[in-house]
């Protein structure tokens, strides 16, 4: 069964589609990630897809009673306004300190409850973003760039709770981001947006595909090598490493297991 999916969608600005066309689905569980350039539309279908973005035409259908754990993209707190990390924490729905403390200390920022939101260092705020979001018991964690501000041992860690949020409480994770490394090893599927759906599918399928690689370049078959690599051991093993790093095996040509990528490539569902 589908969280939310949406069908034939596009959204309208001043005239202008920047989103044509678009299906999209998303079950319970999975990890799915949409990647793109700078205006394809990304942020626009996140917000369609949670209802704050109306549609033109098609449709976007939400499981009832759907829980959402929502990330934007940006969040600006008035510098004037007193805001302490525990009170934003309680917004909209008042939560207790042990919840409290037990979010912030699963996002990696222990302590800072009477801290001011805007004297957050960038990092610190997007773990506090996220520890909101958890904090509602998501069916579905939508997240708009959340790993901006965030070290490259930060990233790996960020996306390493993600997955553990999704073995524990079974949710969703639907995420925007461009760290296209770290996408590649940590997503069940990927999206390649461009004002449509240009290809869609497994890591390695949208490595490989035509348009993928038009966007993003054929440098990102790195992206490729390291996903490959990374899931051959124990993840455990690049704990604080970061996904960045020129990684000793990331440009092997040892593509011994991948003998199938080819037809798998062609695949890919093209638009
Ligand atoms: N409220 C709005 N009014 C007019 N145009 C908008 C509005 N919101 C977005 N757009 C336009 O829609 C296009 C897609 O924007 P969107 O924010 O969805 O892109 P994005 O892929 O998330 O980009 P980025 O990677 O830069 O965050 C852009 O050209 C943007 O200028």
Redesign the pocket.
Known sequence: MHLISAENLTVR??GVA?LADVDFAIRRGEIVTVV?P???????LIRALIGLERSATGQVTRLPGLSIGYVP?KLHIDATLPMTVRRFLSLPRRVTDAAAAAALSRTGVAGLETRQMARLSGGQFQRVLLARALLARPDILILD?PTQGLDQPGIAAFYRLLEEVRRETGAAVLL?SHDLHVVMSASDRVICLNGHVCCQGTPRVVSAAPEYRALFGLGTGGALALYQHVHDHDHDQDEGHGHDHAHPHAAHPHRHDHSHDHSQSKAADHV
Do not use: L
């Open positions: 600005h001043g920047v793109g700078n205006g394809s539309g990304k942020s626009t993209q760039e925007v």
